[in-house]
């Protein structure tokens, strides 16, 4: 959905089952943590949470994912003085039920600015391309090899799409917007509502 367009109730679940779950499970497992002779922490969060992998009309999963990678970090940091190792997965595109839980056919409000292109906005909301993972256990068995190391990753970067986004944080921002543009079919929203506004493009600064 698009962000302006959010419900503000359903975004707060989200940030529920990917945010302050990682606080809840984390104290429910610390004793364990604290016992074991080599402790590691593992957050499956999502490349989603770096900029170079913003994807329209999923600025309420992927700010969720952001807000699970900084908690995520910040136990890194303060956990190393009760001994326990905390890794980051920023895991890309991997094949599962992700697209099958999503609602069935989710369409932007009549309030919505993006109206005029209602058919492409749903038809990019719907997903598609971004979708299409790697097998999953490939990105298992390559997890445990990073993780098996003596001394694990703090970030590890496993599935389709994970080393593009690597990349991109080396890269200035909005770079790759061009190519998400195109791999998400945004470029047919924005020539809609370009359309709609008579021929009028908005300047960017």
């Known amino acids: 959905m698009p962000v302006l367009d ?9 940030f529920d ?12 497992f610390l004793p364990l943590l604290l016992a074991a002779p080599r402790a590691l922490l593992v957050n499956n969060t999502s490349m989603m949470s770096q900029i170079g992998a913003t994807v329209p009309y ?3 999963y992927g700010a969720s994912k952001a807000a699970a990678t900084s908690l995520t970090e910040a136990l890194r940091i303060e956990l190393v003085a009760l001994n326990i190792r905390v890794v980051n997965l920023q895991t890309g595109s991997v094949k599962s039920s992700f697209a099958e839980n999503r ?3 989710a369409e932007i ?8 292109a209602k058919a492409e906005v749903e038809a990019v909301m719907a997903g598609g391309e971004i979708e299409a993972g790697h097998d999953p256990a490939v990105w298992a068995a390559g997890v445990v090899a990073d993780l098996n190391r003596a001394e694990p990753p703090y970030w590890i970067w496993r599935g389709r799409f994970a080393a593009l986004v690597r990349l991109s944080n080396f890269l200035p921002v909005g770079f790759l917007d061009g190519k998400m543009r195109k791999m ?13 506004r008579g021929g009028a493009k908005v300047k960017t600064v």
């Open 58 to 60: 999923s600025g309420a």
């Open 6 to 14: 959010l419900d503000i109730a359903k975004a707060k679940a989200i």
């Open 103 to 105: 609602v069935a056919k």
């Open 184 to 196: 998400t079919k945004l470029d047919t929203v924005e020539k809609k509502m370009q359309d709609h």
């Open 109 to 116: 409000p009549a309030t919505s600015a993006f109206l005029p």
């Open 17 to 28: 089952i990917n945010v302050w779950s990682i606080i809840g499970v984390t104290r429910a």
